[in-house]
Each structure stands twice: as structure tokens, then as C-alpha cells.
T-cell receptor
Framework: EAEVAQSPRYKITEKSQAVAFWCDPISGHATLYWYRQILGQGPELLVQFQDESVVDDSQLPKDRFSAERLKGVDSTLKIQPAELGDSAMYLC???????????FGPGTRLTVL | GEDVEQSLFLSVREGDSSVINCTYTDSSSTYLYWYKQEPGAGLQLLTYIFSNMDMKQDQRLTVLLNKKDKHLSLRIADTQTGDSAIYFCAETYLSGGYNKLIFGAGTRLAVHP
């Protein structure tokens, strides 16, 4: 069964360092989402791609976060510099163009010390 | 703006039925979803209901939708210890021409012998 892949699964970093997360969506899924899930809360959308284009990054803290999906397939989310408040689970999801249903990867648990 | 609310915690005895409740705000939501998250893992789609339906049954899961009250519930029959997890309700909304999901904070289900 096709799945969304994410790496790394866990990342521990010190504040002010740079971190990057990678996501490989299900083959054929044009839409890709990055979510942040703070402990005890539901996921919140950071950025949404349609193919290689960003269609929504209104909740992305652009002073320190960046996301790209250069060839419209896999995607990278970067934080530079990391802050203590960035500690969270970062979830990637993908879906077919125009469809509501989203399929989630296992997430990357980030701890900033 | 759009909002999804859930009770935060539910404890049931193994073999009993569990009912997890959710209220939402966007009456134009096309689909409403229930996701399950086990510790340290991503979100797994459990079931969904189309907005023109009142009820959907899928094995041990029953979803009830009251559009007038904007109330959604998930009933798990014969609850097992493996059902212990966090359950997220999510509604879809249209923003910028694209469908998005907004999640509740999640209900932690604890199943005890």
C-alpha cells in the first residue's frame, strides 16, 4: 500500500541551529501539505503545495521557515534558526488534486533544546 | 473563523461503546472526517461522512451527523484496548479555491479492562 514517507522520524537540535525535514508523497498526489502539531493540539496547516507551486503559506512563519517542492514531487521544510517554541511534530500529508481526503505520513518529532 | 471543538478525554471499559463528540462551524463543509493518532505516529484516516448524509456505519464505527446543530459523533462499538489513541475530528473548508482541513484538538480515548 502506498504511503507518505518522512525523514527523519526524530530530530533533536539546539536553538539557533538549522533543521530540515523531508517528505515524499504518495505517487500521483499533486497536493502536498505540511502541518505542525504542538503537543496536546490538533495539526495546523503551515503550507500547501499544488504541484510545485505554493497555494497557501499564510500560517508559515516566513522569517525562519521555508518550504520547497522543486519538481512537484518530494518536499523539504526548513527552519533556520530553530527556536524553543518550534518543538512539535511536523506532519506531511498528500492528496489527489481537487480531493478533500489527505493521507498523512508518520511525522518528524522535533525537539529544540 | 472556522473552528472545531472536541471534548479532551474519554475513559471507557473494554467491551463498552465509546462515543466521541465534535462540533464544527463551517456549514458548507463537504466532508467531515475522523482521524486516529496513536502515540508518536501520524494520523490515520478512520472514516468520513459526506455532508448530505445523517449516518454512516463501517464495521464497529458509526458516524452520526446533525447538520442543524453542526454536531458530529463517532461511536466505537465493543471498544478494545487497541482503540486507545487520540481521535481528531476535522472539517473541510474552501479557502483561496482550495479545500483545506481544520482539526479539533483531539479526544484522548483510554480503554481500561
Amino acid at each position: 500500500e502506498a504511503e507518505v514517507a518522512q525523514s527523519p522520524r526524530y530530530k533533536i537540535t539546539e536553538k539557533s541551529q538549522a533543521v530540515a525535514f523531508w517528505c515524499d508523497p504518495i505517487s500521483g498526489h499533486a497536493t502536498l501539505y505540511w502541518y505542525r502539531q504542538i503537543l496536546g493540539q490538533g495539526p495546523e496547516l503551515l503550507v500547501q503545495f499544488q504541484d510545485e507551486s505554493v497555494v497557501d503559506d499564510s500560517q508559515l512563519p516566513k522569517d525562519r521557515f521555508s518550504a520547497e517542492r522543486l519538481k512537484g514531487v518530494d518536499s523539504t521544510l526548513k527552519i533556520q534558526p530553530a527556536e524553543l517554541g518550534d518543538s512539535a511534530m511536523y506532519l506531511c500529508a498528500s492528496g489527489l488534486a481537487g480531493a478533500d481526503e489527505q493521507f498523512f505520513g508518520p511525522g518528524t518529532r522535533l525537539t529544540v533544546l | 473563523g472556522e473552528d472545531v471543538e472536541q471534548s479532551l478525554f474519554l475513559s471507557v471499559r473494554e467491551g463498552d461503546s465509546s462515543v466521541i463528540n465534535c462540533t464544527y462551524t463551517d456549514s458548507s463543509s463537504t466532508y467531515l472526517y475522523w482521524y486516529k493518532q496513536e502515540p508518536g505516529a501520524g494520523l490515520q484516516l478512520l472514516t468520513y461522512i459526506f455532508s448530505n448524509m445523517d449516518m454512516k456505519q463501517d464495521q464497529r464505527l458509526t458516524v452520526l451527523l446533525n447538520k442543524k446543530d453542526k454536531h458530529l459523533s463517532l461511536r466505537i462499538a465493543d471498544t478494545q484496548t487497541g482503540d486507545s489513541a487520540i481521535y481528531f475530528c476535522a472539517e473541510t473548508y474552501l479557502s483561496g479555491g482550495y479545500n483545506k482541513l481544520i482539526f479539533g484538538a483531539g479526544t484522548r480515548l483510554a480503554v481500561h479492562p
